[in-house]
């Protein structure tokens, strides 16, 4: 009797696992929805057993409002149960709020939690969203331009995809000197990629794509202002 329940148990273990760990990262990945002209909500999410850790970003009234974190970092944690997710958000605003996370398939719904949190913060009360493919390659483009010669690289997918993945690197000309950055796309008022931002200290390398274009700043003051062109 043992070793038939023992038999049984192993037969029928693959596929319970299987679905198990199936849903264990059914919050994984990033999640973008938008109401046009008006705001996007992107939330990049990482599940691990019942936890989920990962980032919030809300841009509202037409870009004038924009709550997301810096570069690489976590304002968002929470757990799981069964398809739905609790979670807290801290704002760039100094605020803290809770939202409920209900997944089906590819799409999510965002419910802001009632009477949710304190201080100041730009949150939605209701919102759909869906989930991004996941990349398979980053996508690469070259420019030039006087002085430099730039390779910049999409690492969520396809070039003019809304990556906060985005790498630089810079070789000057005059002496083959490098410089390697990572940064974020830059969105128009209606959620489309015009061109790509990276943060060196205080200096900022910023790309504008139609027509290309490198603007190197430090604060107010612009450094370096060349046009370029797509190289094949």
Not at 18 to 23: E, K, N
Not at 55 to 63: A, H, L, P
Request: a neutral charge; hydrophobic letters at 30%.
């Amino acid at each position: 009797m043992k070793t038939k329940i023992a038999a049984f148990l192993l037969g029928a273990g693959p596929g319970l696992f299987s679905l198990q760990a199936m849903a264990a990262g059914e919050f994984t990945g990033q999640w973008t929805g938008e109401e046009k002209d008006q705001s996007t909500l992107t939330l990049q999410l990482k599940q691990t057993d019942n936890t989920i850790t990962g980032s919030y970003c809300y841009i509202t009234q037409n870009g004038n409002r924009i709550d997301c974190p810096a570069e690489g970092e976590n304002n968002l944690k929470g757990t799981v149960n069964n398809h739905r997710a609790r979670v807290e958000f801290t704002s760039s605003f100094g605020g803290a709020g809770y939202a409920n996370l209900d997944v089906d398939g590819e799409n999510m719904v965002w419910n802001k939690a009632p009477s949710s949190g304190q201080g100041k913060y730009y949150a939605p009360q209701h919102y759909t969203l869906t989930k991004k493919p996941q990349a398979t390659a980053s996508e690469r483009r070259k420019f030039e331009t006087d002085k430099f010669t730039v390779t910049l690289a999409n690492k969520c997918g396809e070039f003019k995809t809304p990556c906060n993945n985005m790498f630089y690197l810079g070789v000057r000309k005059s002496d083959n000197s490098v410089i390697t950055l990572q940064g974020k796309t830059v969105l128009n008022a209606s959620g489309d990629v015009v061109g790509s931002e990276y943060k060196n200290g205080d200096v900022t390398y910023r790309v504008d794509y139609e027509p290309v274009k490198l603007t190197v700043s430090q604060k107010e003051n612009v450094l370096i202002e060349q046009p370029g062109q797509w190289l094949k």
